[in-house]
């Protein structure tokens, strides 16, 4: 499968514990987004990489969460000291240029 | 920054009538309009796009307009089939702002056999 895959698929955690999800992109494309999901809504905008350079970070995305693309192929997004509001779908996608391919995504459950 | 409002939220068709979803965006830079599918569970898989140099694009029994003058964009898909039934959401990006997108709120189809 040449597709976008993230690991792991959902993760169990407790309020305070800190979480780590990766996201393997399509090989040859250079920019890679991270959203969030939340039940009924459509997916929000987090921050995106192009090559290994992180060019932007949504308002969203408290200082708790980090993100990194080293080498400009998988990427990674922590989140530290998780709060119950942070339980949602993650999701990744990357893109050549302006259309984006999403992966199966991560489910954060944080109790 | 861009909104990106959709219509309706819940939209029930008979098989094989047609269903339509209007999205609206605030922002006249973007140029760049992705439709996605829903399945539970599953991820968004695109379906569709569009750019601001065309007017309308076709792709079998999906169709997709754009009005850059209203700023409106929409979803037409005939025949509808029971695999049809998921949540549609519509998007708009610009290249300025490194096409990040943004989504409308999505629309719930259901196809009734």
């Known amino acids: 499968d040449t597709g976008v895959s993230q690991d ?3 993760k169990i955690t407790k309020r305070g514990q800190n ?6 992109p399509i090989s040859e494309h250079n920019r890679l987004y991270w959203y969030r999901q939340t039940l009924g809504q459509g997916p929000e905008f987090l921050t995106y990489f192009q090559n ?5 970070k949504s308002r969203l995305l408290s200082d708790r969460f980090s993100a990194e693309r080293p080498k400009g192929s998988f990427s ?36 | 920054g861009e909104n990106v409002e959709q219509h309706p939220s819940t939209l029930s068709v008979q098989e094989g009538d047609s269903a339509v979803i209007k ?3 605030s922002d006249s830079a973007s140029n760049y309009f992705p439709w996605y599918k829903q399945e539970l569970g599953k991820r968004p898989q695109l379906i569709i796009d569009i750019r601001s140099n065309v007017g309308e694009k ?33 998007a708009a990006s610009r290249a300025a702002a490194g096409n ?3 989504f409308g709120g999505g629309t719930r189809v259901l196809v009734k056999p």
């Open chain 2, 23 to 25: 999205c609206t965006y």
């Open chain 2, 100 to 102: 990040k997108l943004t």
């Open chain 1, 19 to 24: 979480v780590t999800f990766r996201c393997d």
């Open chain 1, 76 to 111: 990674t997004l922590e989140i530290q000291r998780t709060e119950q509001g942070d339980s949602a779908m993650y999701l990744c996608a990357s893109s050549p240029m302006d259309t984006q391919y999403f992966g199966p995504g991560t489910r954060l459950t944080v109790l």
């Open chain 1, 52 to 56: 290994e350079a992180q060019l932007e």
């Open chain 2, 58 to 90: 076709k792709d079998q029994r999906i169709a997709v307009t754009l009005n850059k003058t209203a700023k409106h964009f929409s979803l037409h898909i005939t025949e509808t089939q029971p695999e049809d039934s998921a949540v549609y959401f519509c």
């Open chain 1, 8 to 10: 792991p698929r959902h």
